[in-house]
């Protein structure tokens, strides 16, 4: 090749160059990298508290369930139902302070304990006292209605467990011993500083208690061993084969400050073996 040609031929190279970088490995552009997309987080599952609203003989009722978080991933948890009514205790001494929290009390309880379960009360029905028993029959409606809408709405888990204290007590105890075993929605009794006593102790040793029941549990406490000891003695006394039951007293407190203790305890008792 001569010298023309040769410096031709170089030209055309440089040229090449210059007008097309991209064919040269040194100025090759870099691929731009592919990010990489974040991980979703799945939201933390809390506590919650809803409002709901059900019917009973044609009367709409609102009620309060409180829903762990363990409910977000499992619906089916037993539920424990409180009967509280706060205007019962000052109507019937007015020297009883009323308690307002017994919800977050029972509430409390399960947390105690690590218990994974529902809870769910009755918004106020009446301002007018409950009468024992004359009254008996409207309020068990009441909670058949209430448990079957549970059922239907959040679980249907079928332990179910009916607490209470004071006055309303005494509608757990007669739920216990005096509903037909074949209409019987509750499994375990909680029942705290029952008012009225004696006249329950007359009605477990008149009335005729079923002989014959599905297995059930009852924790009965109370902060005044004189006052409870004849009702105790007659439920000990009925020797029902169906029902296991654990009496405590509570020495050191008073009717208005025993409560959280007793649910706790209570609640222990029932689930725990």
């Known amino acids: 090749m001569n010298k023309i040609a ?16 991209s064919c040269s490995k040194d100025s090759a552009s870099t691929p731009e990298p592919i990010a990489t997309p974040e991980p979703t987080q799945t939201p933390t599952a809390v506590d919650k508290r809803e409002t709901f609203t059900f019917s009973s003989n044609g009367i709409s009722i609102e009620g309060e369930i409180f829903l762990p978080s363990e409910y977000e991933t499992n619906k ?4 424990i139902y409180l009967f509280d009514f706060p205007e019962q205790i000052s109507g019937l001494n007015p020297n009883f302070h009323v308690a307002t929290d017994e919800f977050d009390k029972v509430i ?39 448990t079957s809408y ?13 607490i209470a204290r004071g006055n309303e007590a005494n509608m757990v105890l007669m739920t216990l011993f005096f ?14 500083d029952a008012l009225h006593v004696g006249d329950m102790q007359a009605m477990l040793e008149t009335e005729d208690v079923p002989l ?17 000891a004849a009702v105790i003695n007659a439920i000990i006394e009925l020797e029902l084969p169906w029902l296991e039951f654990e009496s405590v007293t509570y020495p050191n407190m008073t009717f208005e400050n025993g409560y959280p203790t ?3 305890d209570g609640i222990k008792f029932i689930f725990e073996d």
Request: net charge negative.
């Open 76 to 79: 089916n948890l037993p539920a």
């Open 212 to 228: 014959e029941n599905e297995n059930k549990k009852l924790h009965y406490s109370n902060t005044d061993e004189a006052r409870n």
């Open 108 to 146: 409390g309880a399960v947390k105690n304990i690590k218990l994974n379960a529902l809870v769910i009360t009755m918004s106020e029905y009446k301002t007018n006292e409950m009468i024992l028993p004359r009254d008996f029959q409207e309020y068990s409606d009441i909670f058949k209605s209430m």
């Open 262 to 264: 007793a649910f706790t």
């Open 179 to 192: 509903e037909e075993p074949e209409a019987s929605v509750f499994q375990n009794f909680i029942a705290t």
């Open 6 to 21: 040769k410096i031709v031929f170089g030209l055309g190279i440089l040229c090449s160059l210059v007008l097309f970088p």
């Open 150 to 162: 549970v059922d239907g709405r959040y679980s249907s888990n079928t332990s179910r467990t009916f």
